[in-house]
């Protein structure tokens, strides 16, 4: 079975650091590219980070550019969401997300089912 | 970064009605637009990709269409469990922006 699960979650004070992982199984995991994906209780969805299947592409939402790092570890088949300074508007749940393909240009098939971070003092 | 807005904010309609979603991008992305359906407490789930391309397993009532900065999200015979929120996606350049979604009620 395809399955993405998330780990890494919990209450952090602002400022304070949290990182978080995604564990695969059921395929190939670097055949594809990763993601992160945030929602705070009843609002959107927002996009945050993206990875390539080596790793050696990532892209950022603006609004954790220079404060988030994605990377992940292909031989662990796993995904990790650095995340430092955090505010409280970080506070969401987090879903890790496949892309579709190798290409990151057809949306993301396989989710998680997220991981709460919550920052509050 | 490229915005992308949905119309309605929410619907309510009845079984067996044709409902429309509207997304529109504030530049021209191709057809690199997704539509991902989402229950509540549960995770989205990727109905449409590349505006038109039905994910596997996804039913036939729903379909997509559009290129450039103008789509349309599709469902022909709304059934029950078609009660969610449906949000569209631009994956033509990061950061990969959502929509702030759609509800739709039966």
């Known amino acids: 079975e395809v399955q993405l699960v998330e780990s890494g979650g919990g209450v952090v004070r602002p400022g304070g650091s949290l990182r978080l992982s995604c564990a695969a199984s059921?395929?190939?995991?670097?055949?594809?590219?990763m993601n992160w994906v945030r929602q705070v209780p009843g609002k959107g969805l927002e996009w945050v980070s993206g990875?390539?299947?080596?790793?050696?592409?990532?892209d950022y939402a603006d609004s954790v550019k220079g404060r988030f790092t994605i990377s992940r570890d292909n031989a662990k088949n796993s995904l990790y969401l650095q995340m430092n300074s955090l505010r409280a508007e970080d506070t969401a749940l987090y879903h890790c997300a496949r892309d579709r393909s190798t290409s990151s240009y057809f949306g993301m098939d396989v989710w998680g089912q997220g991981t709460t971070v919550t920052v509050s003092s | 970064d490229i915005q992308m807005t949905q119309s309605p904010s929410s619907l309510s309609a009845s079984v067996g009605d044709r409902v429309t979603i509207t997304c529109r991008a504030s530049l021209s992305i191709s057809t690199y637009l997704n539509w991902y359906q989402q229950k509540p407490g549960k995770a989205p789930k990727l109905l449409l990709y590349?505006?038109?391309s039905l994910q596997s397993g996804v039913p036939s009532r729903f379909s997509g269409s559009g290129s450039g900065t103008d789509f349309t999200l599709t469902i022909t015979s709304l059934q029950p469990e078609d009660s969610a929120t449906y949000y569209c996606q631009q994956s033509f350049t990061a950061p990969r922006t959502f929509g702030q979604g759609t509800k739709v009620e039966i």
């Open positions: 059921g395929f190939t995991f670097d055949d594809y590219g």
């Open positions: 590349a505006a038109s």
């Open positions: 990875i390539n299947w080596n790793g050696g592409g990532s």
